[in-house]
């Protein structure tokens, strides 16, 4: 039992002297401003071209979302999951000890490039935030929960992270497990996190994309991946900041080229998003549709992809959704007990 209480105690402590490090001291890896600076850029990006424009600028509950955007991303760490979760992590650990276990690694991909590893981890990752999404629709408590995210009724950026403090716990515990057996750890990986964010508050921004852009810039990705790796694989004699950036145009025009018809089976956009939170759902699909967080391809795999027509001005919501606790605090014990 002190070895629980003694993980409990680290992880509130560090987690807290991690946040005050965060906010004073930045850096290009510093998660508090990267936040921050996507989050303006989105915000600018709805005020000078929004698609839709009869929605006002500061739309319904913006500031509720905005404060959202930090709670969920740092506070309830601070608050609840940070001291938590270690101890959760030494219960399992206790647990697989018991049958003689260290862990439960599967599959060892210490031997394989960095950029395989991070790729495998994006995918198996967004397969597993799929079904736990799905999970969140089709469980009556957990949609209890998730109804706090679908309480948006004028879609904007910051609305990508209010969501209920228990969907934390929920994606988490989807996650642990069969990420564990791939050999990844808790540990963060910096650019797919942040990958992740951008992709979220694109979906849910009020502005649109044609193909031809959203293919340039995944394929400018692409090849910024490929150059930064160019001397690893042998494509390059030596590793050369011009080989990465020639990488990186070539990857903008075929991107540009040829995978622009494709982008909307590869993925999710702000375009198909917005289906998701229709208010009215396709008879055949009361729990939802358009499930996907970063890729669409899950959705169009399993028969859970819908894009009727250009959705930019339908109600969103759910039905009785004009009984939903409006303020925070009510929307924090909400699921909890009844109200």
Not at 58 to 73: I, P, S, T, V
Not at 268 to 296: C, Q, R, V
Request: charged fraction near 15%.
């Amino acid at each position: 039992m002190e070895h629980y209480v003694k993980a409990l105690k680290d992880g509130y402590t560090g987690f807290a002297n991690y946040l005050w490090h965060e906010v004073t001291h930045p850096g290009w890896e510093n998660y508090f401003y990267w936040l921050t600076a996507i989050s303006l850029l989105f915000f600018l990006a709805e005020l000078i071209k929004p698609w839709r424009v009869n929605q006002p600028r500061l739309r319904n509950d913006f500031w509720l979302d905005a404060f959202y955007m930090y709670f969920n991303y740092f506070l309830f760490s601070l608050i609840v999951f940070a001291g938590l979760s270690k101890v959760g992590v030494e219960l399992f650990s206790d647990f697989i000890g018991l049958f003689g276990l260290k862990n439960i690694v599967a599959i060892h991909l210490e031997t394989w490039p960095a950029w395989a590893q991070i790729l495998l981890l994006f995918v198996v990752g967004d397969f597993l935030q799929w079904w736990t999404h799905r999970l969140l629709h089709r469980v009556q408590w957990l949609w209890n929960f998730h109804k706090v995210h679908h309480s948006i009724l004028e879609m904007g950026f910051a609305g990508h992270l209010r969501y209920h403090w228990m969907e934390n716990v929920v994606y988490k515990l989807t996650q642990f497990i069969p990420l564990s057996m791939l050999g990844f750890g808790v540990k963060d990986l910096f650019a797919l996190y942040m990958f992740s964010t951008v992709v979220g508050h694109f979906n849910h921004a009020n502005i649109t994309v044609n193909g031809r852009l959203s293919g340039g810039i995944f394929g400018g990705l692409i090849g910024l991946a490929i150059g930064a790796n160019a001397f690893e694989i042998g494509l390059f004699p030596e590793p050369t900041w011009y080989g990465c950036l020639a990488t990186s145009i070539g990857g903008i025009v075929i991107g540009a080229l040829a995978l622009a018809p494709a982008m909307r089976y590869i993925f999710n956009s702000p375009e198909m998003h917005i289906w998701h939170h229709a208010h009215t759902l396709p008879a055949d699909k009361p729990y939802g549709i358009n499930f996907g967080l970063t890729l669409s391809v899950w959705d169009w795999m399993f028969g859970t992809a819908r894009i009727p027509h250009d959705g930019r001005d339908i109600e969103l919501g759910f039905p009785g959704i004009e009984r939903f606790p409006k303020g925070f605090w009510r929307q924090l014990v909400f699921g909890i007990w009844k109200q």
